[in-house]
């Protein structure tokens, strides 16, 4: 059983599960190995992360979204963190430790990941599990 099987879900949560792989699944993305291990990865940093399509791709949850996949460009997928469509607050740049330069700022509170191949996710993993984890404690 996965991962994303397991987890005990609402019934709203299971739905929004299940759209989001349909989606996913429908997609032609050159890229949907990544798109589907980044999600994974998204979805076990911690068990209060949810998901949904939101603003027309999968994007993920606690309290607020945080997390919104970019999957316009056909060569590269950027996640795009942020604090929700209607943002309470700001996230400095130096409010995240950042050691291995993943972050692409775009603004207060709002950040980008560019994910530009085969095996990227995977390399990248530690270093935006830590920040992600950073990232949720200024939902």
Do not use: C, Y
Request: charged letters at 20%.
């Amino acid at each position: 059983m996965s991962v994303l099987e397991d987890r005990r879900m609402t019934n709203k949560s299971r739905n929004s599960a299940s759209t989001v792989q349909a989606f996913i699944e429908a997609s032609d993305h050159p890229l949907k190995a990544e798109i589907l291990s980044l999600r994974n990865l998204l979805l076990t940093i911690d068990p209060a992360i949810a998901e949904e399509i939101k603003w027309n791709a999968p994007s993920f949850l606690t309290s607020e979204h945080f997390a919104t996949m970019h999957l316009r460009a056909k060569d590269s997928l950027q996640l795009i963190l942020h604090l929700g469509a209607k943002p309470k607050g700001t996230v400095a740049a130096d409010a995240i430790v950042d050691p291995d330069g993943l972050l692409t700022w775009l603004g207060p509170g709002r950040a980008s990941v560019l994910f530009s191949g085969s095996g990227d996710v995977d390399r990248k993993a530690g270093a935006l599990t830590a920040i992600v984890r950073q990232w949720v404690n200024h939902l």
